[in-house]
Structures are given as structure tokens and as C-alpha cells.
């Protein structure tokens, strides 16, 4: 990965450093979506019983973790590509000052998404850790939702930090929150996408974390099929437009 971003590496080799000395920081976001599994997967989860997913009837908490386990990857690099970003762009000035060495800002980019996407890789990892302890990993296909979230992580890095680039002030995060949970809630994250009205559900279809909530449900349920592969290329290209706004819009605002 580190040889992948190439003189990006130092970009995230310092936020290791700096994390290093910050580690409660990311232990802290790994405890949300366990909590909404305990309360949903199997507090809610027993009085809503078995639900239906791509031809396979399965009970309520093995349909809930999967979409918790892509959100927790949303979560992680979209918290990390706004949050922070902004800090370090308008504030504490990182970026004027790796500017000023060889760096350049395609490089900044990959370093700055590359942390991102091993952030939100840590946060599957752990939540995919209790899952299985809690019986909720059914299917060996499973083994592919840590580069399944990877991948959702850069895309929603690169998107969120694309956006970050237009914030003028902390106000302006709300409206990132607001988006994320709008998100979070309606990306068939607890209820089958059947169970919307016509007309929603089309959206939501085509929401970007649905793609990876279905991804990861057909991946840890082992019920994959080849349009799984829409998602990952959804995903993909959602990933690689953000990773070319960032650098547009980087030397437009550093460099001009």
C-alpha cells in the first residue's frame, strides 16, 4: 500500500506518528456501530425475526451486521476526509507547509486518502473480529469484506475529501453530518429495500453506501452474483472522480 502512494507515503507516515501519540482517538470510533448492533441486531432483532435477501431467508441480526460493517467504513473515512482535512487545510496550514518540500499535491492526496482508507480498515477489521465471535459470518466469502470496506473507505475518503475542499467554515461540517446520517439511515442499512415506497427505493438504489451495504450483505451472507461487480465498479469510480477533484481543487487553493 505504502509503495502504491509513493511519495505519499510520508504524508501518511506521518499521521501514524501523529496517531501514535492520539490512539484513543481511533479506538473511540470503533464503539458506534457495535452499540447499534447490540441494540438493533439483537434487541430489535428478535421481535422483527427472519427477513428475505437475494433468494435467502436469514434472521435479522445476520442482515443488520453486514450493513453495520459498511457503514462503520464510511463512518471512519468520512471522518478522517472532512474533519481533520479541514483542519489541517484552513488552520493548522500542513498542507502550504509539505507544499514547500518535493511534494507535490497528487501526492498529499494519496497519502492524506491512503490514511483514510487504513482507518476505516481498522474499524472493519475490529467490527468483522465481532462479528465472528458472535456467530453473525455464515459464509466463507466473507474473507472479502476487509477489501470490500477498503474500498468503500476510498471511495467515501475521496468524495469527503473533494467536498472538504469547498468547506469555508466548521458550520459547514453540519451539512456533511446531516448527509452522513441521511446515509446511514436510509441505504436499506436495517430494512430490506423492498419495504420503501416505489419511488424511494429507486433513489436509495442508487445511494452510494447502499452499494456498499449490498456488497457486504452478499459478501458475509454468501449470496453473490455478477451484479455484485456494479457495486465494485460504482465504488471504484466514485473513488478515482474524488481522488481527481481533490487534486484540481488542492492546487487551485495552494497553489495559485
Not at 50 to 63: I, K, Q, S, T
Not at 126 to 140: D, E, I, K, R, Y
Request: aromatic share 12%; hydrophobic share 55%; charged share 10%.
Amino acid at each position: 500500500m505504502l509503495a502504491f502512494m509513493g511519495p505519499g507515503r510520508h504524508v501518511f507516515h506521518r499521521n501514524v506518528v501523529v496517531y501514535r501519540h492520539s490512539w484513543s482517538i481511533i479506538v473511540s470510533g470503533f464503539f458506534e456501530p457495535v452499540f447499534y448492533l447490540v441494540a438493533m441486531g439483537l434487541g430489535v432483532g428478535e421481535l422483527v425475526g427472519d427477513l428475505e435477501f437475494n433468494g435467502a431467508v436469514v434472521p435479522y441480526r445476520e442482515f443488520v451486521a453486514p450493513a453495520l460493517l459498511a457503514s462503520s467504513a464510511m463512518n471512519g473515512a468520512l471522518y478522517e476526509s472532512t474533519m481533520n482535512i479541514f483542519h489541517k487545510l484552513r488552520y493548522a496550514r500542513s498542507y502550504d507547509a509539505m507544499l514547500a518540500t518535493p511534494l507535490g499535491v497528487g501526492d498529499v492526496a494519496a497519502g492524506e486518502i491512503g490514511w483514510c482508507v487504513a482507518r476505516c480498515a481498522m474499524y472493519s477489521a475490529a467490527f468483522l473480529v465481532v462479528m465472528l465471535s458472535m456467530g453473525l459470518v455464515p459464509s466463507a466469502w466473507a474473507i472479502l469484506a476487509l477489501p470490500a470496506a477498503a474500498l468503500i473507505g476510498f471511495a467515501f475518503a475521496a468524495v469527503g475529501m473533494a467536498g472538504t475542499t469547498w468547506m469555508r467554515s466548521w458550520a459547514d461540517a453540519d451539512v456533511v453530518q446531516l448527509v452522513q446520517m441521511l446515509l446511514f439511515l436510509f441505504s436499506a442499512t436495517f430494512y430490506p429495500l423492498s419495504t420503501y415506497p416505489d419511488v424511494v427505493a429507486w433513489i436509495v438504489r442508487y445511494t452510494p453506501l447502499y452499494q456498499g451495504v449490498d456488497l457486504m450483505r452478499a459478501l458475509v451472507l454468501g449470496t453473490t452474483s455478477v451484479s455484485d461487480l456494479g457495486h465494485v465498479a460504482y465504488l471504484l469510480a466514485m473513488g478515482i472522480a474524488g481522488m481527481y477533484v481533490v487534486r484540481r481543487r488542492m492546487a487551485t487553493l495552494l497553489l495559485d
